[in-house]
């Protein structure tokens, strides 16, 4: 099992793209990139909480000890999204290389043409 399908595992990514015509050939095209949970996050996640919840009632005092290992898990899936989402970034980046955009930073500056950047897809990342 690779890294990528361990990621798929916990989140997916939603790509939203909006093209801006400004005529005489000009277009800009935004893309936006956001974590979504997949149903295994929210399962795990509910039936994790509600065990927390249900032994948090239970018992007299407050055990920081049990809340370690969950606290863990949450930077774990946080470390994961943020590292899927920046692979998806560079999938992007690539594909709009390959079809001649340029990129435009926030401040209207143009990035300046570098040589193709090498990115390495795994065959069973595409659909």
């Known amino acids: 099992m690779g890294h990528s399908n ?18 005489g050939g000009k277009c800009l095209t935004r893309v936006r990139l956001r974590n979504r949970f997949v149903t ?53 980046d690539l594909a709009a290389h390959r079809a001649g955009l340029q990129r435009v930073m926030r401040r209207g500056k143009v990035t300046e043409s570098q040589s193709t950047p090498q990115v390495e897809v795994p065959a069973n990342t595409v659909n």
Do not use: C, M
């Not at 793209?17 to 400004?22: N, P, S």
């Not at 948090?56 to 000890?65: A, G, P, R, T, Y």
């Open 6 to 23: 361990l990621w798929e595992f916990w989140w997916s990514i939603a790509l939203q793209t909006v093209t801006e015509y400004h005529g």
């Open 40 to 92: 295994t996050t929210i399962i795990f996640n509910l039936i994790a909480l509600s065990l927390l919840i249900y032994r948090q009632l239970n018992i007299s005092h407050v055990d920081l000890w049990v809340l370690v290992p969950y606290l863990l898990f949450l930077v774990f899936l946080w470390t994961r999204a943020r590292l899927l989402k920046s692979r998806v970034a560079e999938l992007v």
